[in-house]
């Protein structure tokens, strides 16, 4: 039984090889072309960017990109503006313009997986923001040039922790009269931004999310004692933020426990 | 037949400064032009390969064959013929006129007055050092084009045009720039273009040093011969301009599941059964000169999912946009599982989800040598139920509250809406970047949370269900300014003052009910009616960067921020009045440095440093007027205060043209300290113990990156990663008394002191390899293994174990161009965790274990010119033991759509 299945795979995989292999011999001119790949474009080096998007380029070096960028001819493949944008030849002949023979990478995000493939696959676990399903993209989040102050992460605009959070979860991030001093570390204390294999992007589902920061010295072993509470059997069965406990984790208007 | 009366005054300083600051000309022209059409738009046809199918295909990956790529054959015509000279000026409304009028009057004598300029007419340029016009007849797109390509539409596009010259349409060309008119069809010998491009004119030398190679004089030649014969435009036969151009995409698509329905929504954002619609449309029209109109688009029905965008473009003029966008996050209402409890998990029986959309619409003004302004106004909107992570208790035993185990699901509803008005201007002035954004919105907040419990086990319903009411409504006003200059070649300056200001009121309300019938209110716990809340911030921030010497770059920055919160509120707790505030005012002061050097072969180092000092004085209180002290009153007064410090450094280093290594290392070290000045309650006990108890708490935390990328040979890359992220968390508390319930009751002493209440290590190991055998055939995969764990300071066997685990991640993909008409794609993702915990008996594992797949495949075929098909499908498979299979699924999906594109 395990040969026949053995044999049938090879054949299959033998017929699709020779599929492939006559096909290739076929005078067919098209090509696949991947992002940022730009059909016919060659790489003309950043000076020659530098000339319409100065604004951009007198800053790039300050921002979180900036650290591999170099501004050689034989490198703009690897770290130059055209990494990230496709080869730029094509953009330059036709006097340059949005979108035209030119990758954004704020529309596909194939651009970034290059080099961040970790994220990448992290969008691939079951808890992620919906980027491969193209309702988001990298820029919404991230400023790839370190300059967009109403996009803070890096460089020289101004940066304020949670802000690119707060954009679309204003709940979260709305002020309250008792907060959890979490949030002055960041969301990402407690959340992994592009994907999880915990619901609501946790980092971990279970109480080790906040005794990582709650848990104290104990006067005896097995012993859970949080603040002056003795949470032993409470944390046995539940985690910190379900049965009525501290749900509250962004803050509550009226429990300085955020019991509600 | 064209004709043009120039009368120029071209103004420039003497000591070599650079043209476009210092050459100023004041001109009338009068001239008759043929204008050429826009070159076509390099508009991408994508193929649907590597995303989801179920994703939308318009905003897919970019895969595509070569051939659906039209290259930009730029088109020019004549059919438009326009007898307007300088038909832009003429065009302006007089104000403006009058302005530029009133400028040049003021302006030209000063500039004469104040700078040391010589005259620098047309017919001071020394002719007979020009080649002479080359002897043939003149084809544009053999003989110009190609030079202007090379040469000149870098910096005279229809973008951006330096001088405002541009030189992609023949209108243009004759109209001139700042400079004047630059082109006199017949008289190339007078043309300041031929003087330009041959040098002769000092200061304006085409292109300029650095900027490309200094045309030859036979390039020279073609171009006197080209404006001696008319500035004739393209030769080549053209059709008739594409002035419309449609694009609509029919879709319709099936899925089935068999399992849990609703978690497959959640995991991809999807709804099973029938839907279809206009997956992508997409209408574009050339109104005219720089002038567009498009109306993109999507319509799912029984998705959700909708998307409307209008535009009305004109270049250097402005814009108008409208938009509506729409879809529908998906959530599962199932809960928690505890194998003993030998039960399923447990579900809501409710679909869930929430509608998250938003509509806009923005005016901007684009005129050359204004502000850049844009109106725009925004709203946003959330509507629906959502599940949460709030789940109640299951108790197997009454007796017995260590039987409990929280797993009964709660839920949600929320409505939010947001409107919001911008106003967004920046300009330039003297070389100084201007810019300013102002944000006003007005928010409002309605949620209702519910949790039942507690559930018995075998009981049909919980005993009861508590519905916590949120209202939130608030005036938020941001603007930002901010300002920046090249002062130099090498000194960049920037900087910026944001102010934030917040008004809000809060309203909070929490009852009970019988989940038999809600209508019947058991009791009511705490009421709030009146909160109000206020938020200001003032954000100071300075940066400089510097390239002192070639290949270093140095910057710094310093940012200073100073925020308020007040909260106030009053209420019941639940049958005695309260009140409640708080205020925090923080200070912070946060340094950046930065250096990058490029000049060592081959390689660039970097290194970062980034500090923050935090400073909060924190102030609560509450007070319950029932006669009677008790831990519910108190008063806390912490002064906090945290240093931060993280530095950074690693290096690029490609010895090799096709390899590159890059390796970083990062440690980041934040101390926080809390000094409790005041902290008491009712009861006159110092302190209520908790957050008034942690004395100080430290994250530490080390990151070590490498990469190694390889381009081995043209048609194979491979990209390898490794990260390694070490992070500590110390807490230190204060020693105190307490009384303890297990193992029996008892008074203890807790000793306090420093603790390592937390340790987290993570080992992440990337790998892609995108394989290309055939130019035709292109194969890509992606796979990630991390390894990570944390222990927690309350490791203590039962309720609390270390979360430790593996997660595999494997994205890969296929596209084929089988022949001229077929393309196939296919992708597969993998994904598996195994987080499994085995504290059963004395705890609640947690830990997911799960496997994951997707496997789609599709064929696209181009019918004819105007028609593609595609028909795809797919197979998806969820495996959750750790669930108690409770969140299986299994789906197939089939998507077949039809795209026609006019012309």
Redesign the interface.
């Known amino acids: 039984m395990n040969n026949w299945r053995i044999s049938a795979a090879v054949m299959l995989g033998a017929l699709g090889f020779a599929g492939l292999f006559l096909s290739s011999c076929s005078t067919v001119n098209r090509a696949v072309i991947a992002p940022p790949e730009i059909e016919g474009a060659t790489f003309v080096g950043n000076k020659v960017c530098a000339d319409c998007h100065t604004n951009i380029t007198r800053v790039f070096a300050a921002s979180p990109h900036g650290r591999y960028y170099k501004e050689d001819l034989e490198w703009a493949k690897m770290s130059g503006c055209e990494s990230c944008h496709g080869p730029g030849s094509k953009h330059v002949q036709v006097g340059g313009g949005r979108g035209r023979f030119i990758v954004n990478p704020g529309k596909d995000p194939q651009s970034c997986y290059q080099c961040h493939l970790e994220v990448h696959a992290e969008f691939n676990l079951p808890s992620h923001h919906p980027v491969t399903e193209f309702r988001m993209n990298c820029v919404q989040c991230h400023d790839p040039h370190g300059h967009d102050i109403m996009k803070p992460s890096g460089g020289l605009a101004m940066a304020r922790l949670n802000e690119s959070c707060a954009q679309c979860h204003r709940e979260q991030a709305k002020p309250v009269v008792f907060e959890h001093e979490a949030l002055r570390e960041g969301c990402t204390t407690c959340h992994q931004p592009h994907g999880s294999i915990n619901r609501k992007m946790l980092i971990q589902a279970d109480n080790n999310l906040c005794l990582k920061c709650h848990a104290q010295v104990q006067s005896g072993a097995g012993q859970v004692v949080i603040g002056k509470s003795d949470h032993t059997t409470r944390i046995r069965g539940r985690t910190c933020w379900t049965a009525g406990c501290h749900p509250s984790v962004h803050g509550s208007n009226i429990s300085p426990h955020l019991h509600y | 037949m064209q004709s043009m009366l120039p009368l120029s005054l071209t103004l420039s300083p003497s000591d070599g400064a650079r043209e476009k600051n210092c050459v100023m000309r004041a001109h009338f022209a009068i001239s008759d032009s043929l204008a050429p059409s826009d ?1 076509e ?2 508009n991408i046809h994508r193929l649907p390969g590597r ?2 199918f ?3 295909p ?10 659906t ?1 039209p ?2 054959n ?1 088109r020019y015509s004549r059919l438009k013929v326009c007898a307007t000279p300088d038909a832009g000026s003429a065009r302006r409304v007089p104000f403006i006129s009058a302005l530029r009028l009133a400028f040049l009057c003021v302006a030209t004598p000063a500039a004469l007055a104040l700078t040391p300029f010589r005259l620098n007419a047309a017919e001071a340029v020394d002719e007979s050092k020009l080649p002479p016009p080359a002897a043939v007849q003149i084809d544009f797109d053999r003989d110009i084009k190609p030079i202007f ?1 090379k040469a000149c ?10 001088s405002s010259f ?1 030189l ?1 349409t023949r209108e243009a060309a004759l109209k001139g720039g700042d400079h004047g008119v630059d082109i006199i069809p017949g008289q190339s010998a007078k043309s300041p273009l031929i003087h330009y491009v041959a040098r002769l004119v000092e200061d304006m030398e085409m292109p300029p040093e ?2 490309g190679d200094p045309l030859t004089n036979d390039q020279i030649a073609l171009l006197r011969a080209w404006i001696d014969q008319g500035v004739k435009w393209s030769s080549a036969p053209t059709g008739p301009e594409t002035k419309i151009q449609f694009t609509v995409t029919p879709t319709i698509r099936w899925i089935t599941v068999n399992g849990d329905e609703r978690r497959f929504r959640e ?3 999807v709804q099973d059964g029938w839907s279809g619609g206009v997956q992508d449309f997409r209408f574009e029209e050339k109104l005219g000169e720089g002038e567009r109109f498009t109306a993109e688009g999507r319509t799912f029905f029984g998705a959700h999912d909708y998307q409307l965008k209008l535009s009305l473009e004109k270049r250097d003029f402005g814009f108008g946009r409208f938009g509506f966008e729409q ?1 529908r996050r998906y959530y599962d209402d199932t809960g928690g599982y ?1 194998r003993p409890f030998a039960t399923n998990s447990f579900d809501l029986g409710k679909e869930m989800f929430v509608d998250i959309g938003r509509a806009w619409v923005e005016f901007g003004l684009t005129l050359p040598k204004w502000p850049r302004m844009v109106l725009g106004y925004e709203y946003q909107y959330k509507d629906g139920s959502k599940s ?6 299951v108790i197997a035993d009454r007796r017995d ?6 797993i009964y699901p709660a839920y949600k509803d ?1 409505d ?1 809406s ?1 409107h919001m008005l911008k106003l967004d201007l920046s300009h330039e002035i003297g070389g100084v ?1 201007l ?1 300013d ?1 102002l944000r006003a919105e007005l ?1 409002d ?1 309605e ?1 209702q ?1 519910v ?1 039942r ?1 507690p559930f018995t086990l075998g009981a049909p319903i919980p005993d009861r269900a ?1 519905r ?1 009411n ?1 209202e ?1 409504d ?1 005036f938020q006003a941001v603007n ?1 300014f ?1 300002l ?1 200059r ?1 002062l130099r070649d090498w000194l ?1 300056l ?1 900087g ?1 003052y ?1 102010f934030s200001k ?1 008004d ?1 009121d ?1 309203a ?1 309300g ?1 009852s009970a009910f019988t989940p038999s019938d809600p209508s019947m209110t058991l009791f009511v716990g ?1 009421i ?1 009616n009146q ?1 109000l ?3 200001r911030s003032h ?1 100071f ?1 300075a ?1 400089s ?1 510097l ?1 002192p010497w070639e290949g270093l ?1 140095f ?1 710094a ?1 310093v ?1 200073n ?1 100073w925020t308020r ?1 007040e ?3 009053q ?1 019941f707790d639940p049958d005695f009045p309260k009140t ?3 205020d ?1 005012d923080k200070v912070v002061v946060e340094e950046s440095f ?1 250096l ?1 050097y ?1 000049k060592i072969p081959f390689t ?1 180092l ?1 290194a ?1 440093a980034k500090f923050q000092q935090e400073s ?1 004085d924190h102030f ?1 209180r ?1 007070f319950v007027d029932d006669t009677f002290g008790d831990d519910r009153d ?1 008063l806390r007064d912490t002064d906090a205060t ?1 240093d931060l410090k993280d530095y ?1 450094a ?1 290096l ?1 280093i ?1 010895p090799w ?1 096709r390899t ?1 290594l ?1 390796a ?1 290392y990062r440690h980041r070290l ?1 101390q926080n300290d809390f000094d409790h000045s005041r902290d008491t309650d009712g009861a006159d006990f110092s302190g209520n ?3 008034a ?2 004395r100080a ?1 430290d ?1 530490e935390s080390d990151e070590i990156e490498a ?1 190694i ?1 390889a381009h081995w040979v043209s048609w194979l890359k491979t ?1 390898l ?1 490794y ?1 390694l992220i070490a992070t500590d ?1 110390t ?1 230190a ?1 204060d020693p ?7 193992p029996v009751l008892m008074d ?8 390592l ?4 290590d993570a080992h ?1 190991y ?3 390899a ?1 394989f ?7 194969l ?1 995969a ?3 293994y ?1 390894d990570s764990r ?5 490791d ?5 174990v ?2 430790s685990g593996d ?1 595999i ?3 890969s993909s296929a ?6 008409k077929t393309d196939w794609q296919m992708s597969y ?3 598996t ?1 195994d ?1 499994s ?1 085995k504290n059963e008996t ?3 594992p ?3 274990e ?1 496997e ?1 797949h997707g496997i789609t495949t599709g064929i696209t075929r181009r019918c004819t010119k105007n028609i593609t098909t595609n028909l795809q499908y797919g197979f998806f498979r ?1 495996d959750e033991p750790s669930s108690g299979r409770r969140n299986d699924y299994t789906a197939h999906a089939v998507l077949a759509s039809l795209m026609i594109s006019l012309p």
């Open positions: 070159g738009r390099g995303t989801p179920w994703a939308r318009t905003a897919s990956s970019g895969w595509k064959s070569a051939d790529l290259i930009a730029r390509e539409f870098r910096c005279h596009g229809p973008e951006r045009p330096k541009r992609d650095g900027k995991h991809y954002w879809y505890y949460t992570l709030q789940w109640s208790d509250p260590d039987s409990a185990r929280a929320i939010e947001v970047l810019e954004n928010y907040l949620t949370r949790s419990f508590f916590y949120d939130h608030h930002a901010r920046e090249q960049f920037s910026g944001l917040l809000g809060a909070f929490l705490d709030a909160i809340l206020e938020r954000i921030n940066n960067l390239g770059s910057f920055g940012q921020e919160e909260g106030f509120g209420g409640f505030a708080s925090r930065g990058r490029t660039v970097h970062d909060i609560e509450q108190f945290s950074r690693g690029s490609s043209r590159s890059q970083g934040k113990g908790y957050p108890f942690i708490r994250v990469k990328v990209t990663k990260q968390y807490t508390a105190s008394a307490t009384t303890i319930l297990e203890v002493t807790l000793p306090g002191g420093r603790t209440a937390g340790n987290y992440v990337s790998f892609n995108t290309i055998p055939w130019r035709r055939l292109h890509s992606t796979f990630s991390s944390i222990v927690s300071g309350v203590n066997g039962a309720g609390v270390p979360y997660i991640s494997v994205l596209n084929w161009v089988v022949n001229e993702a993998f994904s965790a987080y915990q004395a705890g609640w947690l830990g997911i799960y994951r969820y």
